[in-house]
């Protein structure tokens, strides 16, 4: 089992930066880590994800839609993966999820990812 605590959403002006935290409880370990969003009306989309290489070497993957602006980074001792967010947009506004992969490599696919978050809100003003 896998459980996984997200924390750090809120309300921000464009242009301005928030940092999304995941704690992860339980069988970790081999698999990849994925951020994923949902807008209101919308699915839900991959933003990023890390690959497991015990994730501090773990290579990382973006949305083009936020490649450049959001970072994911990691922190082993605390089993915490968090995702950075600078430069934000409007239309970065979503209930953003973080995901466990079902294996190392990191996947686009939600259906590749079989623990989820409880999910933080994110508003960008204009």
């Known amino acids: 089992q896998v459980q996984l605590v997200e924390s750090g959403g809120g309300l921000v002006q464009a242009g301005g930066s928030l940092r999304l935290s995941c704690a992860a409880s339980?069988?970790?370990?081999?698999?990849?880590m994925g951020w994923f969003r949902q807008a209101p009306g919308k699915e839900r989309e991959f933003v990023g994800g890390i690959s497991w290489s015990s994730w501090t070497t773990g290579s990382t993957y973006y949305a083009e839609s936020v490649k450049g602006r959001f970072a994911i980074s990691t922190n082993n001792a605390k089993n915490t993966v968090y995702l950075q967010m600078n430069s934000l947009k409007p239309e970065d506004t979503a209930v953003y999820y973080c995901?466990?992969?079902?294996?190392?490599?990191?996947?686009?696919?939600?259906?590749?990812?079989?623990?989820w978050g409880q999910g933080t809100q994110v508003t960008v003003s204009s």
């Open positions: 995901a466990v992969g079902v294996r190392a490599g990191v996947s686009k696919s939600r259906d590749e990812y079989d623990y």
């Open positions: 339980g069988r970790t370990f081999g698999r990849a």
